[in-house]
């Protein structure tokens, strides 16, 4: 059976639709930066999504090539996720989503080095005939974050965002978001499949003590 982040880390990808505390240790993603309106048809969002995608399904077929990955096992590719920001703005500001900033990722097992990555990039690009150029190997320490399930529209999270906050203040931390911690979103629904109203996000904020 492939492993299955989702399910073998739940404590990361499966909180309850209450807000909690958690420690989020080092991860190495595929990453691609950009701004903008996310839902802009054709826009610079979707295109990265595609980018993404295309190298971590690179890396997952890798065990049918000449290229073997030490320490290799089968996996699901784990949840698209994204880290929000937008300029001069301590919140998420939605009714101008012209002004987002973001990275878009997904998470790479542990055994990928930079160097399986450079040759999924080169490979996916000769395959795909794809400009891949934007995609990046990125290491991240997340730390200390209140964490929510929220279950509804993007759009809604407002109402879960406050809930967060309020449970970091009244467990003695404040929301840390700075230019090197983000608001964090992780998509468990494929919006394409599922209605606005059953949508599952993970949303994630960092925090320190107050």
């Not at 404590?11 to 240790?25: G, H, Q």
Request: hydrophobic residues 35%.
């Amino acid at each position: 059976m492939s492993f299955d982040y989702k399910k073998e880390y739940k404590e990361f990808y499966m909180p309850k639709k209450k807000p909690s505390i958690v420690e989020v240790p080092t991860m190495n993603f595929i990453t691609v930066r950009g701004k903008g309106n996310p839902n802009t048809e054709d826009g610079e969002y979707k295109q990265s999504i595609g980018l993404l995608y295309g190298i971590a399904f690179t890396i997952k077929m890798s065990k049918l090539g000449n290229h073997k990955i030490d320490g290799y096992f089968d996996y699901v590719v784990p949840p698209l996720e994204g880290f929000w920001w937008q300029d001069g703005v301590n919140e998420i500001d939605y009714t101008h989503k012209e002004n987002f900033r973001w990275i878009s990722l997904i998470r790479l097992p542990d055994f990928v080095t930079k160097s399986d990555f450079d040759w999924a990039v080169a490979e996916a690009t000769a395959k795909k005939k794809t400009d891949f150029s934007k995609v990046e190997f990125f290491t991240y320490t997340e730390g200390l974050c209140v964490q929510c399930m929220h279950i509804g529209p993007y759009d809604d999270e407002p109402a879960t965002i406050e809930l967060m906050h309020e449970f970091a203040n009244s467990n003695g931390y404040q929301i840390d978001i700075t230019d090197k911690r983000f608001h964090h979103e992780i998509y468990l629904s494929d919006a394409r499949r599922v209605s606005p109203e059953k949508l599952k996000t993970v949303l994630r904020l960092p925090i320190k003590k107050a």
